[in-house]
């Protein structure tokens, strides 16, 4: 049975979900009351369908108990008031519907009207209780005192937040019938009926108490959370705003130490290569002396240089893992080539071990994980040597490779071992350093940690003091498809004399100063020189019939007009494809990523700035393989 609230009525706080009108904004706190109150509003009105049906059950019932019993001009005045009220609060309602974003006025009118519309249909049935009790059988009469319970039952939830309306409702409907039955004296028990009724209608107003409470309790939270929705929505937003702001300042800030890595090595490039022509074009031992003082410094100022812009790009997310198979055996030649000279200098042995072994990692960040290891070991060793090695390891029952760096240097203390990978902190030696031993900024073994935990791969340290350091990496296995074949490296040590007589090397290098200094330099090793500043003017040297095919090519990787050395490269294999050009690419990035495109356009890599001993052993180890 259903009343004023209608069957399974949802919340107030919900009803207006279903509404065609939308939502107002959130009201500041003061006036959140005000809104909650016309929102319930709304819900009384959309609930006057289901209110309606309930009418027309409850009077069928009646109907169907006393029809027999009741006298016909009550039966029939009670039918005939009860309809005119239906189609009145059936009127009511559609005026709702036709005026859907009714003001708060006019709402307000409306709920008088339905207010004295819903006391009227409780006298009705009050009306019924009266007319109809002491008609029929006991049960027939329990069945009225049912059907007018019920509607004052579920009367609670549409009225609660309106005490005064249900109060007045259910003494109406039911005070009438209580009376009647107090005063009948046909039956035994009347006055205990009487009782358990009018304890009936405390307990229903005792309800109507808790659940108005409830109510108000869930309209004060809705309010309140609607506030706090908004204050998160304004908070979400002006915290978006800032996540935009940092995204936009962290693009900004790689892309400057992007085009700072280039732009800035170039100058410490051309130096060293005007250093080196200098000493090709001096005898003097002064000059020879303040030659080495320059290329030390070059090298001092790009180790520095390259710890700040790659712990950047690092700390900025810059960089990415492209993990692949890489043979070791091509990652320690790389090694090998770009370090033998330095540990020949010191008289140390540099060896690699497990180059049999494939990894499954990227090969330019563990590349650079073992150069800066590799470095910092020839730098703080005087005597004995560097390994390199590559083995096995079974745990838990999963293979993994351990890469290991180890090295006969003058050790950490066990107090400076704990700090070593923090940035801006130099292990402090118990015996004075040399000059190339105290250079840097601390950051190199700051940058491996990162790189090594990019690569989700372990780092460990032992060491002890005056015997030697080892640094441990563990990497996943791979495995290296047949039909790829690594490049064959030269073997022994790079020569430290070097002649070019008779050789054409090509240079494309679009930085002046840069490429006037590899032609003196090329040029004083003996080499026959031909330099362009543009892809372009590869081109239109390709074009003259008199161009003869260069021994090797030596190419900046970044070109004007948005063109690349890979460019360059392609054009001039093209005018001779009968004859495979060996060829050197120059970057600017410790951290580009151009493995693949090595790999795929056969060149091998250098880092700026070059300094004249790294750029002689890698000529002469592509001269000497092709």
Not at 452 to 478: E, I, M, N, Y
Request: overall charge positive; glycine content about 8%; some cysteine.
């Amino acid at each position: 049975m259903t009343s004023e609230a209608g069957a399974g009525a949802p919340p107030a706080s919900a009803a207006p979900s279903a509404l065609p009108q939308a939502r107002p904004p959130t009201p500041p706190p003061a006036r959140g009351a005000s809104h909650a109150e016309l929102d319930h509003l709304r819900a009384l009105f959309v609930q006057t369908p289901a209110t309606l049906i309930g009418y027309v059950l409850g009077a069928a019932v009646v109907t169907w108990l006393f029809w027999e019993l009741a006298p016909r001009s009550h039966m029939l005045g009670w039918l005939g008031a009860m309809a005119v009220l239906w189609c009145v609060r059936l009127a009511h309602y559609l005026r709702f519907l036709r005026q859907p974003r009714a003001d708060d006025e006019t709402l307000r009118r409306w709920r008088t009207s339905w207010q004295v519309l819903v006391l009227l249909n409780g006298a009705l049935w009050g009306l019924a209780g009266w007319l109809f009790w002491g008609l029929g059988t006991p049960y027939q009469r329990l069945g009225l005192i049912l059907v007018l319970y019920s509607y004052c039952v579920s009367s609670v939830q549409l009225l609660g937040t309106q005490p005064r309306v249900f109060v007045g409702f259910i003494s109406v409907v039911f005070l009438p019938a209580i009376v009647r039955i107090a005063t009948d004296r046909t039956e035994s028990g009347h006055v205990q009926l009487a009782v358990i009724a009018t304890l009936l209608f405390f307990s229903t107003l005792l309800m109507v108490r808790t659940y108005g409470s409830a109510l108000g309790l869930v309209i004060a939270l809705k309010a309140r959370t609607e506030e706090l929705a908004d204050r998160l929505r304004v908070q979400m937003g002006v915290a978006d705003e800032a996540r935009r702001a940092a995204e936009a300042a962290s693009r900004a800030k790689t892309q400057f130490f992007a085009a700072a890595s280039h732009d800035l090595r170039q100058p410490l490039h051309a130096m060293g290569l005007f250093a080196e022509a200098l000493r090709q074009r001096s005898h003097d031992p002064e000059v020879a002396s303040l030659v080495n003082s320059i290329n030390e410094s070059v090298d001092a100022l790009e180790g520095l240089f390259s710890e700040l812009l790659d712990i950047t790009r690092i700390d900025t997310g810059a960089v990415e893992v492209h993990a692949q198979p890489l043979r070791m055996k091509d990652l320690f030649a790389r090694l090998r080539l770009q370090f033998e000279p330095v540990a020949f200098e010191k008289g140390l042995m540099l060896a690699f071990r497990g180059e049999q072994h494939v990894a499954q990692t990227d090969p330019v960040l563990l590349e650079r994980v073992l150069r800066n290891l590799v470095s910092n070991a020839i730098r703080y060793t005087d005597d004995g040597g560097v390994l390199v090695s590559c083995r096995r390891r079974s745990a838990d029952g999963t293979t993994r490779l351990l890469v290991q760096v180890w090295d006969s240097g003058i050790g950490i203390s066990d107090a400076g071992l704990p700090r070593i990978f923090d940035e801006f902190y130099q292990v402090q030696s118990q015996r004075p350093l040399e000059a190339h031993q105290r250079k840097g900024l601390g950051l190199g073994l700051a940058i491996v940690k990162r790189l090594a935990a990019l690569l989700d791969a372990p780092l460990s340290v032992r060491s002890r003091v005056g015997h030697g350091t080892v640094f441990s990496l563990v990497v996943a296995p791979g495995r290296m498809p047949r039909t790829i074949e690594a490049p064959s490296g030269a073997g022994g040590k790079a020569p430290i004399g070097l002649t070019l007589q008779g050789q054409l090397l090509a240079v494309v290098e679009d930085e002046a100063a840069v490429r006037e200094g590899l032609v003196v330099l090329l040029q004083a090793w003996g080499a026959d020189v031909v330099a362009f500043d543009t892809v372009a003017a590869v081109h239109a040297w390709l074009a003259a019939p008199t161009a003869r095919a260069p021994d090797l090519l030596l190419v900046d990787y970044r070109l004007p007009e948005g063109r690349t050395g890979i460019d360059a490269l392609v054009a001039l294999r093209s005018r001779w494809p009968g004859r495979h050009l060996p060829a050197i690419v120059i970057t600017g990035s410790s951290l580009s990523g151009h493995e693949d495109e090595a790999v795929t356009h056969d060149y091998h890599l250098l880092i700026k700035p070059v300094l004249p001993n790294k750029l002689r052993a890698m000529i002469a180890f592509k001269l000497g393989v092709r």
